[in-house]
Structure formats: C-alpha cells, structure tokens
C-alpha cells in the first residue's frame, strides 16, 4: 500500500519561512517523479512544484518560482519543500504527488498518488 505522509505545516506570518517534508512508503521511490500540489478553499488544486526521479531536474510554478525549493533524498524515502518570503496567497492545503511518468505534466489527474494534505496558513 503505497502512502505519502506530509508534515511541517503550520501558521506563519508573511515573509516567514516554512519546510514541509513528504515521507513515503510502499513504492519503489527513485522510480517516481515527485512534487507538491495546493489547493486553496474555493479554489481548484495548482500545481507548485516537481522534482526528477535523480532529483537533478526541477520545475517550478511561476508564483513560487525563486521562494521554493524542493529537494529529494531517494535513501530516506522523503521530499522536501522549502518555502521562504511566504504571502498570504500561498495559505493553502498542501498535497505531496508521485509520478511513474517521466514526462512533465502540472495536471493533477496524470499524478498517481496523493498525500492526505497538510495545512499552511499565511497571515498578513
């Protein structure tokens, strides 16, 4: 049973800091894409961030892009999302994804896995 666990959410205060970590477990990890989806309430889950299967490619939301860093460790099995300079409009439920394909996508639907979300909250 393949699970994506996300912690490190929390309430912050624009331009704080935050890092999320996704630990996975029950898939072959370096065989899978990984990344970070968001959704705010009212809102359709957006695409923030995807990392390679080496780790050595990434690719970055533009709202996001220079803020967040994503990074892997295929020997703990985990993701991390580091995220600097916080706005309110990032506060958002945040989902970890895994991918088999090698082949980018931001759409929500071609990501085979999800994590239960974890809460990010940015007051202004």
């Known amino acids: 049973q393949v699970q994506l666990v996300e912690s490190g959410g929390g309430l912050v205060q624009a331009g704080g800091s935050l890092r999320l970590s996704c630990a996975a477990s029950?898939?072959?990890?370096?065989?899978?894409?990984m990344g970070w989806f968001r959704q705010a309430p009212g809102k359709e889950r957006e695409f923030v961030v995807r990392?390679?299967?080496?780790?050595?490619?990434?690719y970055y939301a533009d709202s996001v892009k220079g803020r967040f860093t994503i990074s892997r460790d295929n020997t703990k099995n985990t993701v991390t999302l580091q995220m600097n300079s916080l706005k309110p409009e990032d506060t958002a439920v945040y989902y970890c994804?895994?991918?088999?394909?090698?082949?980018?996508?931001?759409?929500?639907?071609?990501?085979?896995?999800w994590g239960q979300g974890t809460q990010v909250t940015v007051s202004s």
């Open positions: 994804v895994a991918d088999r394909e090698v082949v980018r996508t931001t759409v929500p639907s071609r990501y085979d896995y």
């Open positions: 029950g898939l072959s990890f370096s065989s899978y894409a």
């Open positions: 990392i390679s299967r080496s780790g050595g490619s990434t």
